[in-house]
């Protein structure tokens, strides 16, 4: 079965660390762009970070610049989002969603993690 | 930065009647690569529409894209009770790739 299941969603103090995982199966991940967008609650749909095939491509939403960082193993068919320095505005659902080859709508969703960032 | 703005936000039906939502972008999208999602409550988004009107795979053919430029138009031609949810545009091609901040289309 085609699917991305993320784990890794936690509730986290002000300032704190996160990373998330997403795994891919019944698909040729290594082919495939790659991305996380958020949900905060109650709210819209907000794109945060693309990676290319091979990771030598990356691109971030201007709010977590610096802070998060998006990479994959290939070997393992897995895709990463690493959070620093979370605030509470980054609270929301993240979802894994691969990118359409070769062109760039989401085709594949995750079903999403949860990440809450409270003291 | 592309900016969506969709409208409206809240569109009130009965089922069987027609559905026209509006995406409107600025500057304009280039190659129509524009997207359609719908999201019902504790689910993630579905893919519908992409290339401003080519249907998704298993996507009901009551389900119709247009537009080009700034202005995109997802249409619903009768609507299902499964319909009544919320539907969001999405620009594609390079980033960042925006979203429009979705319209909530209710059950009247």
């Known amino acids: 079965e085609v699917q991305l299941v993320e784990s890794g969603g936690d509730l986290v103090q002000p300032g704190g660390s996160l990373r998330l995982s997403c795994a891919a199966s019944g698909f040729t991940f290594s082919n495939y762009w790659m991305s996380w967008v958020r949900q905060a609650p109650g709210k819209g749909l907000e794109w945060v970070a693309s990676?290319?095939?091979?990771?030598?491509?990356?691109n971030y939403v201007d709010s977590v610049k610096g802070r998060f960082t998006i990479s994959r193993d290939n070997a393992k068919n897995s895709l990463y989002l690493q959070m620093n320095s979370l605030r509470a505005e980054d609270t929301a659902v993240y979802y894994c969603?691969?990118?359409?080859?070769?062109?760039?709508?989401?085709?594949?969703w995750g079903r999403g993690t949860l990440v809450a960032v409270s003291s | 930065e592309i900016v969506l703005t969709q409208s409206p936000g809240t569109l009130s039906l009965s089922p069987g009647e027609r559905a026209t939502l509006s995406c409107r972008a600025s500057p304009s999208v280039t190659s129509n690569y524009l997207a359609w999602y719908q999201q019902k409550p504790g689910q993630a988004p579905r893919l519908l529409i992409y290339g401003a009107s080519s249907r998704a795979t298993g996507i009901p053919d009551r389900f119709s894209g247009s537009g080009s430029g700034t202005d995109f138009t997802l249409t619903i031609s009768r609507l299902e009770p499964e319909d009544f949810a919320v539907y969001y545009c999405q620009r594609y091609g390079s980033a960042p790739n925006t979203f429009g901040q979705g319209t909530k289309l209710e059950i009247k």
């Open positions: 990676i290319k095939q091979d990771g030598s491509e990356k």
């Open positions: 969603a691969r990118y359409s080859s070769p062109s760039w709508y989401i085709d594949l």
